[in-house]
T-cell receptor, first 109, second 113 residues
Framework: KNEVEQSPQNLTAQEGEFITINCSYS?????LHWLQQHPGGGIVSLFM???GKKKHGRLIATINIQEKHSSLHITASHPRDSAVYIC???????????FGPGTSLSVIP | DAGVIQSPRHEVTEMGQEVTLRCKPI?????LFWYRQTMMRGLELLIY????????DSGMPEDRFSAKMPNASFSTLKIQPSEPRDSAVYFC???????????FGPGTRLTVT
């Protein structure tokens, strides 16, 4: 069993839809990261959180430490949101992060 | 700030050749990570440095891979000899102590034929 799992693996949505991507993990963590990677592009950090919720524009990230689960929500999705979204966890007392397999999102106009 | 700088952006080489990938971290960032990304395995940590010292190289696939960080402004990842299965995108990322967010470079796309 992978230490970090994401669902769904692939997601297609119509422009304007509300999108949720889930991440679950099985190890103790110090922080959880959400990253975005556009096709052929680099990787950008969207959020780092260890509790509660964070919001940036149309993006919202939540984490439930007890349930070892995080969600990334995109409101009013747009084609430019099409990308791979990667969840990564920083393990307690360790400096390195463990990556999930990614969720490929395609938003259709 | 220019961000994390990697070079070259693309590298095509023949099997058996030596390949050197380069990374310049963001000034003041004391952690540097080398990652490899493939379709099959996703993102994998190869090695990371703290204050120029290698801390964990357990992700380095084999002795053909080596990494150095001679100073706070420069790191290299070397593959010698290269093999077709080394074809991947190699990312360098850096961060500052006390701040968990990592900043990624644009990556080097390596193709070994």
């Amino acid at each position: 069993k992978n230490e970090v799992e994401q669902s769904p693996q692939n997601l297609t949505a119509q422009e304007g839809e509300f999108i949720t991507i889930n991440c679950s993990y099985s190890v103790g963590i110090s922080a959880l990261h959400w990253l975005q990677q556009h096709p052929g592009g680099g990787i950008v950090s969207l959020f780092m959180l260890s509790s509660g919720k964070k919001k940036h524009g149309r993006l919202i990230a939540t984490i439930n430490i007890q349930e070892k689960h995080s969600s990334l929500h995109i409101t009013a999705s747009h084609p430019r949101d099409s990308a791979v979204y990667i969840c990564a966890v920083g393990r307690t007392s360790y400096d390195k992060v463990i990556f999930g397999p990614g969720t490929s999102l395609s938003v259709i106009p | 700030d220019a961000g994390v700088i990697q070079s070259p952006r693309h590298e095509v080489t023949e099997m058996g050749q030596e390949v050197t990938l380069r990374c310049k971290p963001i000034s003041g960032h004391d952690y540097l990570f080398w990652y490899r990304q493939t379709m099959m395995r996703g993102l994998e940590l190869l090695i990371y440095f703290n204050n120029n010292v290698p801390i964990d190289d357990s992700g380095m696939p084999e002795d053909r891979f080596s990494a150095k960080m001679p100073n706070a402004s420069f790191s290299t990842l070397k593959i010698q000899p290269s093999e077709p299965r080394d074809s991947a995108v190699y990312f360098c990322a850096t961060r500052r102590t006390g701040v968990g967010e990592q900043y990624f470079g644009p990556g080097t796309r390596l193709t070994v034929t």
